[in-house]
């Protein structure tokens, strides 16, 4: 991508409305722009990462053996009204009638919707275990949206719904995505620690918060202090396995979100404990057959015992992702994004567009890095080469190379690993290769 042709609209100022600085990140590197309270449009640079997050976890949701499907945004009152979901759930919920008056409301998750699915069309005990998910927009009309895409009113959540014959089935559902999301975050460069959460609105009684620590987070945490040195990767383990031990390990130390706190049981002495803020990243519950029960979710088992199936839901914020990740890396001069998120894998600044030599040097580097599958941005606009430094350093990506008139003349480029700073001047084709080995 050349950056004359691309719509980037940084903005040099901070703007005023932004208090943490992912908003004003996200803002500034002309990645989201707010169309009203809580709702905001992506632009190119921001629609790039959040398709980058969301090709992270279909990735880790097909190798869990979870299957992508996609629901409507819009549903029917009636079928909340099964659930007895619809008058419970309160001002939340954006109710909108359609033409013909009927009753219908912008999907805040899809418990309702996907169990409709299964007891439509899932019949027999053979058909299960089951585990569906989406990447969909969901509305909650949050009394204080705020932060940017960090706490919004419309937002994007891959959210995914696990169907069992019993207890046991259920609670290994429960552990298959407790474990995919410890390694989509890592993926991510995030360091998410489950912790023991209160259910809400979803209901049941199991039920883990994944959190990345913040300042800045709205959830106050209170954990056991080793959680923090454990490597959240869980790589190496086989989802198809028994995962109790890992989940064990995770869970047998104290972590406990504000709601789930109690000082007077928690068994930590102080030394041990980090009362600390943190950014709720994903949610995972069991229900059981909260939804099924009522909606008639159900299948016939071999000796005619209709069984009620039983449930668990598994959200991920994928919009606020992008936000929690600019707050996990970042420095002074703008965004560090972590390679698997990054928009682009390259930006390529020549530093004297229209000077003959440096043009047919960037064109040559920007043909071959394309050439071997790199993401490049090109920045090929008539600017100082200080703006052009600035805009590089404010959006982010992991590799820049910087082609000057002495070095197109020499062959050589400057390349500089964003995360750490480091430059080096190198012949064209070593850097290449540095980059081309590193993303391999
Ligand atoms: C789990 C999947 C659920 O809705 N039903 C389907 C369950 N859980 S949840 O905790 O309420 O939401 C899941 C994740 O979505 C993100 N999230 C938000 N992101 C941005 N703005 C919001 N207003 C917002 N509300 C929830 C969080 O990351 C949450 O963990």
Redesign the pocket.
């Known amino acids: 991508m050349r950056l004359s042709r691309y719509f980037l609209p940084t903005l040099r100022e901070t703007p005023a409305e932004a208090r943490i600085v992912s908003h004003r990140l996200m803002l500034r590197s002309g990645m989201i722009r707010r169309a009203s309270a809580g709702i905001y449009s992506w632009l190119p640079l921001g629609f790039r990462v959040l398709k980058k997050i969301e090709t992270v976890i279909h990735e880790e949701m097909t190798a869990a053996g979870a299957q992508a499907v996609l629901m409507p945004t819009l549903q029917l009152a009636d079928l909340w009204r099964e659930s007895g979901r619809y008058d419970v759930y309160g001002p939340e919920m954006l109710r909108i009638a359609d033409r013909h008056d009927r009753d219908m409301l912008y999907g ?4 309702e919707q996907i169990t409709q699915i299964v007891r439509d069309d899932i019949r027999s005990f053979r058909d299960l275990p089951r585990n569906l998910y989406h990447i969909q927009w969901k509305f ?1 009309d ?1 009394i204080r ?1 705020r932060f940017g ?5 419309e ?1 994007l ?1 891959k ?2 719904y696990s169907f069992d014959l019993d207890f046991e089935g259920a609670k290994r559902s429960y552990n298959i995505m407790f474990v995919a999301y410890l390694r989509t975050y890592a993926r991510m460069g995030l360091k998410a620690i489950p912790m023991r959460a209160e259910s ?1 609105p ?1 209901g049941g009684d199991l039920s883990h ?1 994944f959190i990345v620590l913040a300042d800045t987070g709205e959830s106050a945490i209170h954990a056991d202090k080793r959680l923090f040195a454990m490597d959240p990767r869980a790589d190496g383990v086989d989802l198809e396995g028994d995962l109790e031990p890992v989940v064990k390990r995770w869970t047998s130390l104290y972590a406990a979100t504000d709601d789930k706190h109690d000082p007077a049981t928690c068994p930590l002495p102080a030394g041990d404990l980090v009362e600390a803020r943190g950014i ?6 069991y229900f059981g057959t909260k939804y099924s029960e009522p909606l008639g979710c159900a299948v016939t088992m071999p000796d005619g015992e209709r069984r009620v199936l039983h449930g668990g ?5 994928v ?2 992702l992008a936000a929690a990740i600019i707050e996990a890396s970042h420095d002074d001069a703008g965004v560090v994004w972590p390679d698997a998120v990054a928009p682009f894998d390259v930006g390529l600044v020549n530093l004297k567009s229209g000077d003959a030599d440096c043009d047919a040097a960037a064109d040559d580097l920007y043909g071959k890095l394309r050439g071997a599958g790199v993401e490049v941005l090109l920045d090929d606009r008539e600017e100082r080469a200080g703006v052009k430094f600035a805009d590089m350093d404010l959006i982010g990506l992991p590799w820049q190379l910087a082609v000057g008139p002495r070095g197109a003349r020499a062959g050589t480029v400057e390349l500089k690993r964003r995360a750490g700073g480091e430059k080096h001047e190198l012949a064209a084709d070593a850097a290449l290769q540095r980059i081309l080995d590193k993303s391999a």
């Not at 805040?108 to 418990?111: D, G, L, Y």
């Not at 895409?149 to 009113?153: A, C, K, L």
């Open positions: 805040p998750t899809n418990e909650r949050e949206p895409v960090m706490r919004g009113r937002f959540m959210d995914g809400g979803i918060e709720e990243v994903g949610h995972i519950f839901s598994y959200g991920i914020g919009s606020r």
